[in-house]
């Protein structure tokens, strides 16, 4: 990083100039994911330690995030209006529904849910591809058709269809959480790009409605909404563990692995509860940190999108800003009894492979983006008695 002068003793920063990767996005980026790995580690030492395995859960994170950061690398190179192709976005569209599918009958089940395929070492969960898939097949329909925006027919044809196909086979697994991201991903770009505003609020009557209708058919999710207003006949174990844990770890924490929910008190721990080992160990301090990082990420690629000279990658790159803010609101939500129990990882920082390599590869159009604009600074004066910009033009003219 340094600085570039030109004649008129302007003073610009090179590490934002156009043709170059948005550093300091990578950097945020970088600083998260490192905090990620330190905490799964922390939060596993204890559990690894009983087991004795040599491939512990910090390890098989660690190779998922020297995957997803050589794949992240690698597709940053990759030109992202190439995505915003019919044939791109209907095959990803295809894909995530059978796999979605495939998933209910060959996935294995873990609590009476069947979200993953086990593939050896490693496993894969379709509902992270789904989203991908969503934001690249809105931002595509929206940009080569506008007028499906305002068109009843098609906009539901092709914005809402597939939509519903993707969360019912979600919801089905079952995962409501999971189901309501990828309504987001397809939610937010059609909000952002403009659609008729009628024909969105006909689309969140029926996604409410399909809601309450889910409540009432499964008696464990009314269930568990009640013991979140109180009204249940039982509590929530993990959600008791989470909040003992935020709140023994006060404003400075317990520090780096000296927290005790970990000693198998509380379950996913590393995973959809990693926010609260983060808070008793690294308390307020913690949180704060945790939340800067990712508002200065959403920063970083909101002025990307904002400085997008195509429609396309200002839907794809806002969509993915909404995503990720929401992502982590209802992580952070559940770990302090803000919302009902759901599993929501936390973006980066959580446990889990196929969330990570999905998110990374989210990322890179993202990135290849920052190429194309130029995030450059306003430039400043090295001489500070140099004269108003405004000043000079007039005496030219007089």
């Known amino acids: ?27 945020a980026l970088g600083a998260l994911i490192a905090f990620g790995l330190a905490m799964i580690f922390s939060a596993t030492m204890y559990e ?32 992202y209006r190439r995505l915003n192709r019919y044939w791109i976005a209907v095959t990803l569209l295809i894909i995530s ?17 069947r979200r993953w395929f086990e593939l050896g070492f490693i496993t894969f969960q379709p509902s992270e591809l789904a989203k991908f898939a969503a934001l690249v097949w809105t931002g595509t329909f929206l940009t080569h058709n506008p007028k499906m925006k ?74 568990r909404l009640m013991v979140f207003t109180g009204q249940g006949t039982t509590t929530d174990y ?5 909040t003992m844990a935020i709140g023994a770890g006060g404003f400075w924490g317990k520090g780096l692995g000296n927290g005790t929910q970990k000693l198998l008190y509380l379950p996913e721990g590393h995973n959809d509860f990693i926010f609260a ?61 803000s919302m009902p129990a759901t599993g929501v990882a936390l973006p980066f920082i959580s446990y889990g492979g196929s969330s990570f390599v999905i998110l990374s590869v989210m990322t890179a159009p ?7 604009v130029d995030l450059a600074p306003m430039p400043t004066r090295q001489n500070a008695k140099a004269k108003p910009r405004r000043i000079q033009k007039r005496r030219v003219t007089s």
Request: charged content about 10%.
């Open 1 to 27: 990083m340094g600085l570039n002068k030109n004649k008129k003793g302007i003073v610009r920063k090179k590490f934002n100039v156009k043709g170059q990767v948005d550093r300091p996005l990578l950097i």
């Open 48 to 79: 690894s330690s009983l087991e004795g395995s040599l491939i512990t859960p910090f390890v098989r994170q660690a190779i998922y995030v020297v995957l997803g950061i050589i794949v992240m690398c690698f597709l940053s190179f990759y030109d």
């Open 97 to 113: 529904a059978i796999l979605l599918a495939l998933v209910l009958f060959t996935g294995p089940a873990y609590n009476g849910a």
């Open 150 to 223: 305002t068109n009843g027919i098609p906009f539901f044809v092709f914005g809402i269809l597939p939509m519903v196909v993707l969360c019912v086979l979600t919801a089905v697994e079952p995962s409501m959480s999971s189901a309501i991201l990828i309504a987001i991903c397809f939610m937010g770009p059609l909000i952002i790009g403009g659609c008729k505003k009628s024909l969105l609020a006909f689309v969140a009557a029926i996604g409410l409605a399909g809601a309450i209708g889910l409540l009432i058919l499964t008696p464990w999710r009314l269930e």
């Open 238 to 242: 993990q959600i008791v563990q989470s």
């Open 277 to 337: 080992n983060i808070a008793e160990e690294l308390g307020f301090l913690g949180f704060v940190l945790v939340i800067v990082l990712y508002g200065y990420i959403a920063y970083r690629c909101f002025r990307i999108a904002m400085g997008s000279k195509d429609e396309f990658g200002f839907i794809y790159t806002t969509g993915y800003v909404i995503l990720i803010i929401a992502q982590v609101l209802m992580n952070i939500m559940v770990s302090c009894n």
């Open 366 to 372: 993202i990135l290849n983006l920052s190429r194309e």
